[in-house]
């Protein structure tokens, strides 16, 4: 079957514009998480989805960024006023239960750069 | 704080040659250790994993070596092949948030044929 997809694979931005990632799990996992990957380092995590609700948001850098999962399926990263230092990958993953021993399968991510 | 400490940044080596990998942490909360595989422009992908209650676990040519005391634990690719060459990351995840992966920076493996 699919696996996660991103959309869009890039995105250029200009300093202090607003921009969505969108991230489609695979069907019928519960949870995802995004994860934001700098160059030269391993992916930090930003948040984790259980259906609708953010049950951990805690890597979320600042108020600029927030996540949305309306219908427990898709979601939407959103980051206000972007600055040069959140270009990196945006990744997402999704699994299908809560316990972390099940995999998490990543996307291919969102290259982000803000110019 | 990083939390979990990747070496070597990068690694050479020819084919059919052992890799070796080497991950060290603090947090003793932490009780699983996952070991991802990413080539370019894709996403991270499970390798090979292994609880803190078991001193090694093998999966093909894919041997993860873990010790407790000294809370280390290293990826061993045997008989290394050129379609190794990727970017490995050792992760680990603690029993009290256990679906938030803590990741090691990342060692750039290439196998020269």
């Known amino acids: 079957g699919a696996g996660v997809s991103q959309t869009p694979s890039n995105k250029v931005t200009e300093k202090g514009k607003y921009v969505e990632l969108r991230c489609d799990p695979i069907?019928?996992?519960?949870?995802l998480y995004w994860y934001r990957q700098s160059l030269g380092q391993g992916p930090e995590f930003l948040i984790y989805f259980q259906g609708t609700g953010a049950a951990d948001d805690s890597g979320l850098p600042n108020d600029r960024f927030f996540a949305v999962r309306p219908e427990g399926s898709v979601s939407t990263l959103k980051i206000q006023r972007t600055e040069r230092g959140d270009s990196a990958v945006y990744l997402c993953a999704s699994s299908s239960r809560t316990s972390g021993r099940d995999t998490q399968y990543f996307g291919p991510g969102t290259r982000l750069t803000v110019l | 704080q990083q939390q979990v400490k990747q070496s070597p940044q990068s690694l050479i080596v020819q084919k059919g040659g052992i890799s070796i990998i080497n991950c060290a942490y603090e947090?003793?909360?932490?009780?699983?250790f996952p070991w991802y595989q990413q080539f370019p422009g894709k996403g991270p992908a499970l390798l090979i994993a292994?609880?803190?209650?078991?001193s090694e676990k093998k999966e093909g040519r894919f041997t993860i070596s873990f010790n407790k005391s000294a809370k280390q634990f290293s990826l061993h690719i045997m008989d290394s092949q050129p379609g190794d060459s990727a970017t490995y990351f050792c992760a680990a995840i603690s029993g009290g948030s256990n679906y938030k992966l803590t990741f090691g920076k990342g060692t750039l493996l290439t196998v020269n044929p």
């Open positions: 292994i609880r803190p209650d078991v």
């Open positions: 947090n003793t909360a932490f009780d699983y």
């Open positions: 069907s019928g996992h519960t949870a």
